[in-house]
Structures are given as structure tokens and as C-alpha cells.
């Protein structure tokens, strides 16, 4: 008797950063809620935001980051916004 063992190799998600220059519009929403509508990467075109996949608050030392996991229908994208320093960051996110 022969068994076939097959061994299941787990994806690896992760976000890679980019230090690109980004101009985010956001919607407030009660009770102090942001959430984005679109961004734009410096030299790139507009993206909009089709659907917010997830949401979480990180720390960056003294600063609050609240991290948006989004959807354009065709990448996946992680906006961070420091509450301290009032700026945006974007990465990529890709499933290797």
C-alpha cells in the first residue's frame, strides 16, 4: 500500500510599503469616524474605494494609527493614517 503524503504550503500575505506621496479624501462619519472615499499616489490616477475589508488601530510609538484594509475591485491596498502627524501612508497588498 502506497500513501501519498501532500503537503499544503500556507500563502504568505503581506504589505508592501511604498514612500510615494498620497492625497486621501475621506467621509466623517458620527460618532468621529473616518472612513476613505479615494486616493490618489503621486503621478498615478485616482483610486477609488469600493469596499473597506477591514479596520484596526496600531501604535507607533505615541501615535495612533488607524489602518483601513481596502478594495478598488481589482488590488488589494492598507491606508494608514497617523493621528498624531496627520498623514497617510499606502502599501500593497500582495498573496505570494
Do not use: N
Not at 8 to 21: C, E, F, G, L, N
Not at 46 to 56: D, G, K, L, N
Request: glycine share 6%; with cysteine.
Amino acid at each position: 500500500m502506497v500513501v501519498k503524503c501532500y503537503l499544503y504550503r500556507m500563502p504568505i500575505i503581506k504589505t508592501v510599503q511604498s514612500d510615494a506621496k498620497i492625497k486621501v479624501a475621506v467621509v466623517f462619519e458620527p460618532p468621529g469616524g473616518i472612513r476613505p472615499a479615494w486616493f490618489e499616489v503621486a503621478g498615478k490616477e485616482r483610486i477609488q474605494v469600493s469596499e473597506i475589508c477591514a479596520t484596526w488601530h496600531s501604535s507607533h510609538g505615541a501615535a495612533k494609527i488607524i489602518v483601513f484594509e481596502i478594495w478598488d475591485r481589482k488590488e488589494k491596498y492598507s491606508l494608514g493614517y497617523d493621528t498624531k502627524a496627520l498623514t497617510w501612508s499606502v502599501g500593497l497588498t500582495v498573496i505570494e
